[in-house]
Every structure is written in structure tokens, then in C-alpha cells.
């Protein structure tokens, strides 16, 4: 870093993936008036396929979030789920513990919550009083759970 704060400000390190991937400003303002758009953004760096990509998945994300509000799971339907699941009772998911059921049940609770219902790992660390870190790692302890035991969201 040292190094690069030496050589300044570099203009082919501005103006966001797009400008950057079509070689700067003029080759973008000549891809307008030729009508070759591509979609772009200055927060993903990369050319616009990556870009539709990117916008595509976030917008399934966002839909699929919707579906589910809709069917009317929210984190309180999803806890009575994990709890059937690892024959615990509701309320043993919101309680600390190191039990291996507990454990089992608040990661897949922490893995939904966060990747399906889009529910943040700060809330969720408040709500479980849990440090993010061990929310970070209920998260991909559920992964990997859900995905060894074939445990859908969409059946709940």
C-alpha cells in the first residue's frame, strides 16, 4: 500500500468497473451514441454481463424474500421449524446453550434467518444474545446442516 500511495491518484483506477472495463469516459460516451449499452454500476467492478449477474441474483434474493413473507414465515415460524426438527421445544432455540439439538436448532434458525429471510447477523446476535462471530459461524454451521440433511425452507 505504501507503494501505491507513492504513485498518487491513477486515472485508470476511477470511474467504477464500467468506465474502467470500456477504457475510460470518451470509449463510454462513444459506446452511447453507437446505442451498445451495458449496465453498470461503480460499486461492482467488472463488465456489464457480470453486472446483470449480479443485479439478477439480488433481484431473486429479493423475490424469493418476498414469497416467503408472503406465505407468512417470518423468524418466529422458522424457530417452531428447527425446533421440530431437532426435537426441541420452541422456546429452547431462543435460549443459550451448548446443547448439541440446541446448537443444531439455532444454526439452521441463524442460516435461514440470515441467507433466506435476509435478517441480519447484527439482529440476530442481539435477539440470540450471541457475539456476531458465533453468529457468523450458527450461519455456516447451518449451511452445511441444511444442506446434509436436504432441509428446505419451503416446506415449513
Known amino acids: 500500500m505504501e507503494k501505491g500511495v507513492a504513485d498518487g491518484k491513477r486515472p485508470e483506477l476511477t470511474g467504477g468497473g464500467l468506465i474502467r472495463n470500456v477504457g475510460g469516459w470518451a470509449a463510454a460516451k462513444a459506446l452511447r451514441k453507437t446505442n451498445a449499452l451495458q449496465k453498470g454500476d461503480e460499486h ?3 463488465d456489464g454481463n ?8 439480488a433481484r ?3 423475490e424469493r424474500r418476498y414469497r416467503l413473507k408472503a406465505k407468512g414465515i417470518d423468524i418466529d415460524s422458522i ?5 421440530q426438527i431437532a426435537g426441541i421445544k420452541p422456546s429452547q432455540v431462543w435460549a443459550s446453550g451448548k446443547q448439541p439439538k440446541v446448537v443444531q436448532a439455532r444454526s439452521l434458525l441463524c442460516y435461514w434467518a440470515n441467507t433466506e429471510l435476509g ?3 447484527a439482529w440476530l446476535s442481539k435477539r440470540l444474545r450471541l457475539s456476531q462471530p458465533a453468529i457468523s459461524l450458527s450461519v455456516a454451521r447451518g449451511r452445511t446442516i441444511a444442506v446434509q440433511n436436504n432441509y428446505g425452507i419451503e416446506n415449513l
Open 44 to 46: 461492482i467492478l467488472d
Open 50 to 57: 457480470f453486472v446483470e449477474t449480479v443485479l439478477s441474483e
Open 60 to 62: 431473486e434474493a429479493y
Open 79 to 83: 424457530a417452531h421449524r428447527v425446533a
Open 119 to 121: 435478517l441480519s447477523q
